[in-house]
């Protein structure tokens, strides 16, 4: 049975095969890393995980590209503002390559914390300069691009047609005027494929039209192009690339290669707060730090994020994670029951849950379905260790790390207090030795309220999640 995946460009949910043999070439528009990525962006993320591993899942070898932008993405997705990366460094006072390092090396400790496996590559923006030239070069050459006072500009009005992944309406948009009216752009949505770098840029390199940087489009065209050839199978992003960025990669591989650079195109659905976006720019996001804080695992976030489709919006509330934890714990829970059965199950049964599970998900990664068949498994009355077997074998799709769950990991995790619950309970301690019955109570009802019972006897006091 093939794998089935939807694809935005044919607007239909196809079967899947490589273009070429059975390694299937993905690229991945990875993090900007000019602050800390939030738990809408491990959306994302977690999304292009669960495709890597459903794709393994089914047999077959990847080579995945992934990029960190660490130059060249302006405020704006259409060349609008100041580029990320500088500006962060002004305000931080810090060097833009600093500021790369720091949030690259922490968006890869939350990947790591998700039990997301890294991409084969990893491309940095910054190490591909003299590829990106080389690819405007071409353009220019083939005649879509031109100079302007800026930089060099591609003209989109040289295209068979634009836009092709959405179905915006440009005409429309342009009444509606997000797009900055320069004089020099033959078409307003004439996009910049390489930056004039203005005097206090910090990042600029040498090319025939002056210091420079590159646009982010093309950092990603021509990284993707460099590992995986001009055609590839499956290119990755979330929904807010569609109209401009996997727009543009398009249009510049029309005109550098004179074809689409991948045959599946896939986009996340966001991540939502009070229904609305979360993002950086609305200052309403929250990290995995955040949600630690407040006693949720990254991995019963991912949980959470199973709840839904990756092309169905999904609103996070609080509420929902912590019941999501609470899911996490049940699973542990029943993982180590089966670890300890003794019954044994018909191979046949086996049989029929796997391919369930797999007909599930690789049913264009339907992971609420696939989550449904986990949970029959797991609230099975027979315990036994064949459906622990069982349940392994899920989990190289699900990367819920269930193999290093036992009864003693079980015991600890019970024993273990979130260090903010540990903050509060010190200074209860201190209350009470204080005789401060107050505040001592005060913080008993805050620990109540956030889900531990509390219990005062002679030996001193036991707190225990509820
Ligand atoms: P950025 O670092 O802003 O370029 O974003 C990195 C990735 O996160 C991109 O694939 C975005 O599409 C994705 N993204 C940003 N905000 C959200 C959100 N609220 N929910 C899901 N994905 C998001
Ligand atoms: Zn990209």
Not at 91 to 104: F, H, R
Not at 289 to 305: S, T, V
Not at 406 to 433: C, F, G
Request: glycine fraction near 6%; aromatic fraction near 10%; hydrophobic fraction near 35%.
């Amino acid at each position: 049975m093939p794998v089935k995946l939807y694809n935005t460009l044919t607007r239909v949910k196809e079967d899947f095969r490589p273009l070429e043999g059975n390694t299937v070439r993905i690229y991945s528009c990875g993090p900007t890393v000019y602050n800390f990525a939030h738990i809408g962006n491990f959306r994302a993320y977690l999304f292009m995980d669960l495709l890597r591993r459903t794709l393994k899942y089914n047999g077959y070898e990847l080579k995945h590209v992934m990029n960190i932008t660490d130059v060249g993405h302006l405020e704006s997705d259409a060349d609008e503002g100041e580029d990320k990366m500088e500006k962060a460094a002004r305000k931080e006072n810090k060097d833009p390559y600093e500021i790369a390092k720091y949030y690259t090396d922490i968006f890869f400790r939350d990947m790591d914390r998700l039990n997301i496996n890294r991409p084969e590559i990893i491309a940095k923006a910054t190490e591909h300069i003299p590829e990106m030239l080389e690819y405007v070069q071409e353009i220019l050459a083939n005649g879509y691009a031109y100079e302007t006072s800026k930089g060099i500009y591609f003209d989109i009005s040289k295209l068979d047609k634009y836009p092709v992944l959405s179905n915006r309406k440009l005409d429309e948009q342009i009444a509606g005027a997000r797009v900055d009216v320069d004089e020099e752009k033959r078409n307003p949505y004439d996009f910049a494929l390489w930056i004039k770098a203005p005097q206090n840029h910090i990042m600029k390199w040498e090319s025939p039209w002056g210091l420079c940087y590159p646009g982010w489009h093309i950092e990603c065209s021509a990284m993707g192009r460099k590992y995986l050839g001009k055609q590839f199978d499956i290119h990755t992003g979330g929904v807010d690339h569609i109209p401009t960025h996997h727009e543009n990669e398009i249009a510049q591989s029309k005109g550098a290669n004179g074809c689409i650079p991948a045959k599946t195109w896939m986009h996340c659905e966001f991540l939502q707060i009070d229904n609305g976006k979360m993002s950086k720019s609305l200052g309403n996001t929250y990290t995995l730090d955040n949600l630690i804080e407040k006693g949720i695992e990254p991995l019963a976030y991912k949980l959470f994020c199973f709840s839904s489709h990756y092309t169905k919006k999904l609103n996070f509330t609080w509420e929902g994670a912590k019941a999501a934890q609470t899911s996490l714990e049940r699973l542990r829970a029943g993982v180590v029951a089966h670890l300890e059965g003794t019954e044994k199950i018909d191979p046949e049964v086996i049989q029929e849950y796997k391919s369930k599970f797999k007909g599930a998900i690789s049913d264009d990664l339907n992971i609420t379905s696939a989550m449904g068949i986990v949970w029959e498994v797991v609230r099975h009355e027979k315990k036994s260790r064949d459906f622990w077997n069982l349940l392994m074998d899920f989990d190289q799709v699900l990367g819920l790390d269930l193999k290093h769950v036992t009864r003693e990991s079980l015991k600890k995790e019970e024993q273990e207090l979130p260090d903010e619950i540990k903050a509060i309970v010190e200074q209860r301690k201190q209350a009470r030795a204080n005789k401060d019955w107050t505040l001592s109570d005060k913080l008993r009802d805050m620990l109540q309220e956030k889900g531990y019972t509390v219990k005062d006897s002679k030996e001193g006091m036991t707190v225990e999640k509820a």
